[in-house]
């Protein structure tokens, strides 16, 4: 049965009571998803390296969570004297709060009758809801920032630096692979995106008819695949957890927070805001809370309850994905973060929104189907030579570089010292190709323990 799911003509009309246990819902799903998520990763990444993992507090250690959750809250909350009281106080409030609010528009399944009143699986919607999920997840810095200043410590300092630089990056290329969803679903609403994807299409270009699939994780595969890398940037997660890097600076930017409440507040937005970007890659790109084929061949899959197991399934995968990441790659360096992000994510990102925006207008009615593709071949044999220019300049640096790197080695092969490092001595006997001879014993002890 294809159910295109509520619009957003459908929200606004809940009592205050309904609109109530949606937000308690919504809130205890995830704070219990947090304790399942810490326990889960903690789970599965034992299991990669070939270890139990907790396995004492509770059946399979599932209360190991619980412990560290009361643990953390019971704990004595000590506050550095030299910190800014206020700011240093305000900034896991400012951290966690946003995390909380970026799901109030994800879509949870399709309308149901509530105690008799028939209301959508969703807090709410708007005709921009994607952008409040960009805004809350830019809030969320500032509790990172001001949690680093606030602290007066350099290394807290230079964690915060750190995620402010990293998340305006990756928060742009994020913000730029939603713009071909955008263009094909012709919405910025959370709940119409997924009634977009509910059954495939066919794209006429050339008098040929090719169908395409319903999901956008097929006919946006581009836009998926930086979205992907997207989400570790956007939330600290391995391998680019550069503002906690704590190999380089002890903690980052909650150093002088102890494993108090405050420190369980950053650790439960950090937990949180993976949920939300994995929720937001579910329903821009994966059919939301849409059954996968083959239970769609069901007709009542997409129809009352069944939509939010649908969804709870494709969020726990989406969750497998960040634990796997985490267990099998290291972390990178922060001048390959940037680079990244700057000089690969955002001009892929800007060429396929070219590209399909290219392929939107093809399959509009009455279009200059030759012109536009006539434009297209203009754009690209212009940036063709374009970078053909640039990476003959790049060439030409890089030849240079290592020039002048085969010039130095060439000077310090004939005189050492010249780099300005300390050379040792290299006239000692082994260097010229003497044998040591064989050492004397000469004390008596030495001759007694060697005779025995």
């Avoid at 969703?122 to 809030?139: E, H, N």
């Avoid at 010249?418 to 002890?445: C, N, S």
Wanted: charge should be neutral; hydrophobic fraction near 50%; proline fraction near 6%.
């Amino acid at each position: 049965m294809n159910n295109p799911g509520p619009t957003l003509s459908d929200f606004g009309h809940d009592p205050l009571w309904i609109t109530i246990i949606k937000a308690v819902a919504i809130f205890v799903f995830l704070m219990l998803g947090v304790l399942m998520g810490v326990w889960t990763e903690r789970k599965l990444i034992s299991r990669m390296q070939h270890r139990y993992g907790p396995n004492r507090a509770g059946k399979f250690g599932l209360l190991q969570t619980v412990a560290d959750g009361l643990k953390m809250g019971l704990k004595e909350d000590l506050m550095p004297r030299t910190v800014d009281k206020v700011i240093y106080f305000l900034a896991p409030i400012i951290i966690a709060v946003p995390a909380f609010l970026a799901f109030s528009v994800v879509p949870f399944g399709p309308m149901v009758w509530m105690f008799g009143h028939r209301t959508p699986l969703q807090l709410t919607d708007l005709p921009v809801a994607v952008l409040l999920v960009l805004a809350t997840a830019s809030i969320g810095v500032y509790g990172i920032v001001l949690a680093g200043w606030g602290s007066r410590s350099p290394y807290a300092i230079l964690g915060g630096l750190r995620s402010s630089a990293q998340v305006v990056s990756y928060e742009i290329a994020m913000g730029l692979s939603f713009v071909a969803v955008f263009l094909n679903a012709g919405t910025l609403s959370t709940s119409e995106i997924v009634a977009k994807q509910a059954g495939g299409g066919t794209w006429d270009i050339l008098g040929l008819h090719i169908p395409t699939p319903s999901w956008y994780v097929f006919s946006l595969i581009p836009s998926f695949l930086i979205y992907a890398v997207c989400m570790l940037g956007e939330t600290n997660r391995v391998p680019f957890d550069l503002p906690e890097g704590e190999g380089e600076l002890v903690g980052g930017f909650h150093t002088e927070y102890s494993s108090s409440l405050k420190f369980a507040m950053f650790m439960l937005a950090e937990y949180v805001n993976v949920f939300t970007v994995s929720a937001m890659a579910i329903t821009l790109f994966f059919g939301g809370w849409r059954a996968p084929w083959p239970i769609s061949l069901w007709d009542g899959a997409n129809t009352g309850w069944w939509p939010m197991l649908w969804f709870f399934a494709k969020l726990v995968i989406a969750f497998g994905f960040f634990v796997w990441v985490r267990a099998s790659l290291p972390r990178v360096r922060y001048d390959q973060l940037m680079a990244f992000g700057w000089k690969v994510l955002i001009p892929l990102n800007l060429v396929w929104i070219l590209l399909a925006a290219t392929f939107k207008a093809l399959r509009l009615p009455e279009t200059d189907r030759m012109g536009i593709m006539a434009f297209g071949a203009v754009v690209i044999i212009v940036a063709f030579v374009v970078w053909l220019r640039f990476d003959t300049v790049n060439q030409r640096r890089r030849e240079a570089r290592a020039a002048q790197v085969e010039e130095e080695f060439e000077q310090l092969r004939e005189e050492p010292a010249a780099g300005g490092f300390p050379v040792p001595a290299l006239d000692l006997p082994h260097y010229h190709g003497a044998v040591p001879a064989a050492r004397v014993p000469t004390d008596a002890k030495e001759v007694t323990s060697g005779s025995n």
